[in-house]
């Protein structure tokens, strides 16, 4: 599965620096134009991505341009953000792809709940899910682990070591611990299990995010942010 790559076409209402913050949270990656949203298009040209958020408050933007962009991106979806006084009229959406629309006035929470719901349509997913430590990122809602951007093959097991690990950080945890929590007490295996899934983890980690996994001697393991 890649990873979801959203466009933002800044305007008067998501600037550069809003549009960073309201994705820095979230599993994608981001691309933002700075130029006028009626501009975007030929910036776009040529580029893959999963979703555009079009800042269209001065309603510049023209729907003929939007559905061509959109289709030279495949299955890209699309979120406008519109005046209020524009809805008292008829909108017009591409109807070849998933659509929606946030009024200038939307929250940043908002912004993001529709942007997730056509990025990830089905999946109910918040900034709760998602657990960062520097390239690395952990979706606990769909059990994905990224770092850098790139998806890391865990088995189930050495994914629900790790999420244990990254929610419950500064804790010492010794490997009795571990066993009880993760494997679950109808496992009957020595320490060892412990010691062999973390040293496969942080094989696959790499060493810069396995670098959060301390051995702590003597007492267990110990996941640092």
């Known amino acids: ?9 800044c305007g008067g209402v998501i600037d550069h620096e809003r549009a960073s913050a309201l994705f820095s949270s979230m599993d994608v990656e981001t691309r933002i134009l700075k130029v006028p949203p009626e501009q975007a298009f030929d910036a776009m040209r040529g580029a893959s991505f999963d979703l555009l958020v079009l800042d269209d408050a001065g309603g510049r933007c023209d729907a003929a341009q939007v559905e061509r962009a959109l289709a030279r991106a495949g299955q890209a979806a699309l979120l406008m953000v519109l005046d209020a006084d524009r809805l008292k009229g008829p909108v017009r959406f591409p109807v070849q792809v998933s659509a929606d629309f946030a009024c200038t006035y939307a929250s940043d929470e908002e912004i993001k709940a529709r942007c997730r719901r056509l990025l990830w349509p089905g999946e109910m997913t918040s900034d709760a899910d998602f657990v960062h430590a ?23 097991m050495e994914y629900t070591l790790l999420a244990f690990l990254v929610t419950h950080p500064g804790r010492i945890y010794s490997r009795e611990v571990l066993l009880s929590q993760v494997w679950g007490f109808d496992y009957y295996g020595g320490s060892r299990t412990v010691d062999v899934h973390v040293r496969r983890l942080r094989a696959k980690l790499g060493p810069e995010a396995a670098q959060h996994i301390e051995t702590v001697r003597g007492a267990g393991y110990l996941w640092s942010n």
């Open 134 to 156: 520097g390239t690395l990122t952990v979706n606990l809602a769909t059990y994905q682990v990224k770092v850098a951007g790139e998806p890391v093959d865990l088995t189930f």
């Open 1 to 9: 599965m890649h990873s979801k790559t959203v466009i933002v076409s």
